[in-house]
């Protein structure tokens, strides 16, 4: 297709995607003339990839072109080119945005793994950094974060991963590292507004008191 | 205690909890002389609150006042309270980076939460909103969404309400109700942070070739 049908099929304006192939986060089409270019399905399926990226996930440019590249790095085995892909998102807890983290919230996330029966991660593991992160945070205010605690949302996180690998499944090679990047960018807000919602719900069903009651 | 003690021991800056103060973040402390104030565990409490919105939620001054005016608000019941504190809170889809919610997004997530059991949320809701809103990204990408592969995450996250809400009963009254607005921003970023790992894990233990086969 040409680059005007490539706009249409994605709803993307021919402005963006001019930056994005400029960006460097589609790859160029194959040239039939001096002054045009033919775009196949691989041209669409990536352009909405990179709009859930930018668009959905709050990704800059600079870091979806990261992204996209571990998922394009043949040299690398399938498993490799997914946590290269995605330990390049964006952290889940903005390094600024962080407290120092402590020696008793790493000891914590340490034995949460070990709990939940994970090897460890890389010490630099963005992921990894959050989680003591967070648990640092819970900490230094006097919440809740015993092992005991975390535990549930491990379980549930673990669960979670099984189903979303079984979709994934659904789809080959590249198309399949495409939908990994993109299920574990678009499920995020499907899951924290499903559980602000249950929050509520729970909520209600304890302690809402009677209208005029 | 002094307004020192109350920067020491909570660890934030003078100049910050002078400036909470002003914002009304903080209720003002019991003046004891013309210069002086007295702060109780109340502050203490409060100031950790405001910190992890401001600092962990990324939520921004003027928000974080709403959210606190809504649990100190003693004319609600708690649920009421709850309700309008976690709705005040920033969205988990931020509006302007939202496309147009489409109509069968808004359909699968009626479905999604008549499967579930749930009562059909206040139509601007937003965290209906960020949910709807999640689903047509998925469904304009071409990405599975059907009502079968939200079920699990919505179960999930009816299980995860019920353990916080456990957590939650331990605390009394308002203190109860900040800890649940500070649980509920705390516990998000724990979340994502595990999810991500144990889909690394998963990937790893699906798809990793063996080094140098």
Avoid at 123 to 147: F, K, Q, R
Wanted: charged share 25%.
């Amino acid at each position: 297709m040409r680059l005007a049908e490539l706009s249409e099929r994605s709803g993307v304006p021919l402005a963006t995607i001019k930056y994005y192939l400029r960006e460097g986060l589609l790859p160029p089409g194959e040239r039939i003339s001096a002054t045009q270019a033919r775009y196949g399905e691989e041209h669409l399926r990536r352009l909405g990839l990179a709009r859930a990226l930018i668009q959905v996930g709050r990704v800059p440019v600079a870091t979806a072109r990261e992204v996209l590249r571990a998922v394009d790095d043949e040299s690398l085995d399938l498993s490799r080119r997914l946590g290269t892909a995605v330990s390049s998102l964006p952290p889940v807890v903005r390094e600024e945005k962080a407290e120092p983290v402590s020696t008793s919230a790493q000891q914590r996330a340490r034995e949460l793994l070990t709990a939940l029966g994970w090897e460890d991660p890389h010490p630099n593991d963005p992921s990894h950094l959050s989680l003591v992160s967070a648990i640092t945070a819970l900490e230094s205010l006097g919440y809740p974060c015993e092992v005991a605690h975390l535990l549930p949302y491990g379980r549930l996180a673990s669960e979670l991963a099984t189903s979303d690998m079984d979709l994934m499944a659904e789809f080959e090679g590249t198309t399949r590292l495409e939908a990994a990047v993109a299920l574990t960018v678009l499920y995020e807000p499907v899951l924290l507004s499903l559980r602000r919602l249950a929050h509520a719900r729970e909520a209600d069903s304890r302690y809402r008191e009677p209208e005029g009651g």
